[in-house]
């Protein structure tokens, strides 16, 4: 089982839709969860970070993170076509580390 | 958020030569600069994690001889590829990390290598 797991899609969905991304993760005791947006050719952007159950709103973006099923979810309203991109979830795990562990990715489409 | 960048942003070199690559956080102390490979449609590879004044921990299957990594100040740290050979062409991206910032990293813009 890998430690972080997503969809990879591709997910499309129309402009000014809710586009829903979702991540699980395997290790119980991890502490750090993180939301990135890469788009082609170009590096990863910090686009949301979580660390308590619950949601976590930030413009049109909100994280959800629900620790009991190990389950950390995005959600962006209104989708844009500069929206589409490839949506990364990050976990660090045991207290104290800093790596790391990506999902592999989700591709997210707007359709016009 | 924070910014990092990187320099180049781009190189084409000759097999067999060195190429150093900079990263550096612009506005805030980076305790912990990461580097990653990124070849394309594939996920990113963590290469190694270097903390400010320490050497480097590279990940396994990552020849520490071949990329030599330097942390020397809080705000700089570079990735030498020695003996550059063209299956070393790829994305290059490093991030930063400070203490006390919840872990969260941040991402520079990339060296795209090319080697010929």
């Known amino acids: 089982q890998k430690e972080v797991e997503q969809n990879s899609g591709p997910l499309s969905v129309p402009e000014g839709a809710i586009a829903s991304l979702n991540c699980t993760y395997s290790d119980r005791v991890s502490q750090s969860f993180f939301w990135y947006r890469q788009y082609s050719g170009k590096s990863p952007e910090l686009i949301m970070s979580?660390?308590?159950?619950g949601d976590k709103e930030d413009g049109r973006f909100t994280a959800q993170l629900n620790k009991a099923s190990q389950y950390v979810s995005l959600l962006i309203r209104d989708s844009q076509p500069s929206d589409s991109a490839t949506y990364l979830c990050?976990?660090?795990?045991?207290?104290?580390?800093?790596?790391?562990?990506f999902g592999q990715g989700t591709r997210l489409t707007i359709n016009p | 958020g924070a910014v990092v960048s990187q320099h180049p942003s781009w190189v084409i070199c000759k097999s067999g030569t060195s190429v150093k690559i900079e990263c550096r956080s612009l506005?805030?102390?980076?305790?912990?600069m990461f580097w990653y490979r990124q070849f394309p449609k594939q996920s990113l590879m963590l290469m190694a994690t270097s903390n400010e004044g320490s050497k480097a921990t590279y990940e396994q299957g990552v020849e520490k001889d071949k990329f030599l990594i330097n942390h020397a100040s809080l705000t700089l740290s570079t990735l030498t590829v020695t003996s550059a050979h063209p299956e070393d062409s790829s994305f290059y991206i490093c991030?930063?990390?400070?203490?006390?910032?919840?872990?969260?990293?941040?991402f520079g813009p990339g060296t795209r290598l090319t080697v010929l």
């Open positions: 990050a976990v660090i795990g045991i207290q104290g580390a800093q790596k790391l562990v």
């Open positions: 506005d805030f102390q980076a305790t912990t």
């Open positions: 991030s930063a990390s400070s203490r006390g910032s919840y872990n969260e990293q941040f």
């Open positions: 979580i660390y308590s159950n």
